[in-house]
T-cell receptor, first 118, second 117 residues
Framework: AQTVTQSQPEMSVQEAETVTLSCTYD???????LFWYKQPPSRQMILVIR??????QNATENRFSVNFQKAAKSFSLKISDSQLGDAAMYFC???????????????FGKGTHLIIQP | EAGVVQSPRYKIIEKKQPVAFWCNPI?????LYWYRQNLGQGPELLIR????????DSQLPKDRFSAERLKGVDSTLKIQPAELGDSAVYLC???????????????FGSGTRLTVV
């Protein structure tokens, strides 16, 4: 079974600064997908960024980028120019490669609470 | 398009009472998931449906939990009887089945926060 570990229960950053959230995972699979989700107090999980394991290039989405190190099984999220609206819980998640059947469920880490200081 | 709709948003019940949660997925999404999120934890998968069929219910506590997805659209998750340890947020998510879009992240609802007293 796969496991996802987020070692930072809470992180704090000044507005407009850059912050990096850490995630490591354990798997014996070679093909898989990794995700970062944001969960504000409204509870809805919002997809921030996605990375396919077979792609060497790190994914980017505007101010959000990842550092994917497949050999180290590390998948960190960098948020540049932090904004007050970025404050939320952030979850790292893993999913096995879609093999033609149904899409498997996600395995989540315990989350990191991100605080943005004005 | 409308998102994943869940109701109720909050529910408080006494232990040993039954409770049900409802989920309406995004139109056209064949795959539906129920997750449970305990306080301070990430969500954990309870059950996955492909249309009407429950294809992964290995994490569903079958002695007290049940789920159904009639006609492959709406789904209901039930707990009977509820225990104190069932207090959590119950999240529903949906996704397309097949093709590249199946590899995208899922769309989640806002969840039901259950408190058992």
């Amino acid at each position: 079974a796969q496991t996802v570990t987020q070692s930072q229960p809470e992180m704090s950053v000044q507005e407009a600064e850059t912050v990096t959230l850490s995630c490591t995972y354990d798997t014996s699979e070679s093909d898989y997908y990794l995700f970062w989700y944001k969960q504000p107090p409204s509870r809805q999980m919002i997809l921030v960024i996605r990375q396919e394991a077979y792609k060497q290039q790190n994914a980017t989405e505007n101010r959000f980028s990842v550092n994917f190190q497949k050999a180290a099984k590390s998948f960190s999220l960098k948020i540049s120019d932090s904004q007050l609206g970025d404050a939320a819980m952030y979850f790292c998640a893993y999913r096995s490669y879609y093999s033609g059947g149904g899409a498997d469920g996600l395995t989540f880490g315990k989350g990191t609470h991100l605080i943005i200081q004005p | 398009e409308a998102g994943v709709v869940q109701s109720p948003r909050y529910k408080i019940i006494e232990k040993k009472q039954p409770v049900a949660f409802w989920c309406n997925p995004i139109s056209g999404h064949n795959t539906l998931y129920w997750y449970r999120q305990n306080l301070g934890q990430g969500p954990e998968l309870l059950i996955r449906y492909e249309n009407e069929e429950a294809v992964d219910d290995s994490q569903l506590p079958k002695d007290r939990f049940s789920a159904e997805r009639l006609k492959g659209v709406d789904s209901t998750l039930k707990i009977q009887p509820a225990e104190l340890g069932d207090s959590a947020v119950y999240l529903c998510a949906s996704s397309r089945t097949g093709g590249v879009s199946a590899n995208y992240g899922y769309t989640f609802g806002s969840g039901t926060r259950l408190t058992v007293v």
